[in-house]
């Protein structure tokens, strides 16, 4: 049985494009758990394994066609910083200076998986410095690039809540924007994401609390809010009892995406296969007030952490494995850009025009010559 159709050109990258019809009945037995890429599935037939050792060494498995034509030909994807097996996290691109801003997240790295420093990565060279904003940013955990500037979230640390900070990305001084709900702390920021008009839309999760990163017990359950940029009022938008991770919006802004990863748990740390493990959309109204909740997907593996949405309305998805690209629409994944497997996990991405960044347990990974245009117009 040929499991993989034809692909329409020659490329400098590895690819396959699976026939999911001829996936669709398979012979003999098969497992996997769903924290597994399919590739590696435990099968009986040597034909069917065969294809599955093959696109374990793949930089790119299409589904559909979709996938092929936001790729395109010419892209290739290299590992240009090995670093520890660790989360890695926050990446954001600076068009102006060519830097790739992204950290280093919790236990075991740090001083007791505190972070005071940050990475910017120089995206010609791939010269890599550790950075200290003045005054330092203290476990930063979510970055966008906005207006020329960097606007990243944290955890907080023993001293002090989770925060939504301003860095320059010249001088790299740091002003907090909001550290409190009238008064109430954070119990740690892991997200954010800003619409056309410069509005926060921020995910408050017990990650930071359950990692041993910060003392406070949670005071709510894991929580999305929104924060207005003029007059910094914020409100509470989403709430759930799984846990807040990363945050996208629509290239119109009228539509959120939040995943659900309380897959993960937490003192014990765990990973719960029945817990969720879900992106779910909603619709945006004036006032940020959010309605017509909807299931849009749920990964082929793993779960999905870092979450960005491109110029042309495409999900990115980090997944383990690799980041799925995924229809705003019918919710179906398209195809995966891999990052090699093994111990290598995606958690979070950036994009620049032609290009992405992918950060996660392993280091950094530069995906060039992507055929549509990914950054976003604001």
């Known amino acids: 049985m040929n499991y993989l159709n034809p692909l329409p050109w020659t490329s400098p990258a590895k690819w396959a494009w699976l026939s999911l019809t001829a996936f669709a009945s398979l012979p003999g037995t098969f497992n996997r758990t769903i924290f597994d890429a399919p590739w590696t599935a435990t099968v009986s037939d040597p034909v069917l394994q065969e294809t599955l050792t093959y696109l374990n060494t793949t930089d790119f498995v299409a589904y559909t066609p979709d996938f092929l034509s936001i790729i395109g030909p010419n892209a290739t994807i290299e590992h240009v910083q090995h670093l520890p097996y660790q989360s890695h996290e926050a990446p954001c691109y600076i068009p102006s200076t060519k830097q790739l801003f992204f950290v280093e997240w919790g236990p075991p790295g740090g001083e007791n998986g505190t972070h005071t420093w940050q990475y910017l990565l120089d995206v010609e060279t791939n010269t890599l410095q550790k950075i200290t904003t003045s005054p330092p940013t203290v476990n930063a955990h979510g970055c966008v690039h906005y207006d020329g500037q960097i606007y990243v979230v944290t955890d907080g640390s023993e001293s002090e809540s989770g925060y939504v900070a301003r860095i320059d990305s010249v001088s790299l ?206």
């Open 173 to 378: 001084k740091r002003e907090t924007v909001v550290n409190n709900f009238l008064g109430q702390p954070f119990m740690g920021f892991n997200d954010l994401e800003i619409d056309r008009e410069g509005g926060f839309w921020v995910t408050d999760f017990r990650s930071g609390w359950g990692r041993g990163i910060i003392p406070y017990t949670p005071p709510t359950n894991p929580s999305i809010y929104y924060i207005n940029s003029t007059t910094l009022q914020t409100k509470l938008v989403h709430t759930t009892t799984g846990n807040t991770n990363g945050i996208a919006i629509s290239p119109d802004s009228q539509t959120v995406y939040i995943p659900d990863t309380g897959v993960s748990e937490f003192r014990p740390s765990a990973k719960n296969p029945y817990g969720k493990r879900e992106v779910w959309a909603f619709d945006v109204s004036s006032g940020a007030v959010l309605s017509n909740k909807r299931l849009l997907a749920s990964p082929v593996s793993y779960f999905y952490d870092g979450l960005r949405v491109s110029r042309g309305g495409w999900l990115f998805a980090g997944s383990g494995d690799g980041v799925d690209v995924i229809d705003p629409v019918t919710g179906f994944v398209l195809g995966s850009i891999r990052v090699g497997g093994g111990k290598n996990v995606a958690v979070n991405l950036a994009f620049g025009e032609h290009e992405l960044w992918i950060v996660g347990r392993g280091g950094v990974w530069h995906v060039k010559n992507i055929q549509q245009r990914l950054d976003r117009e604001w």
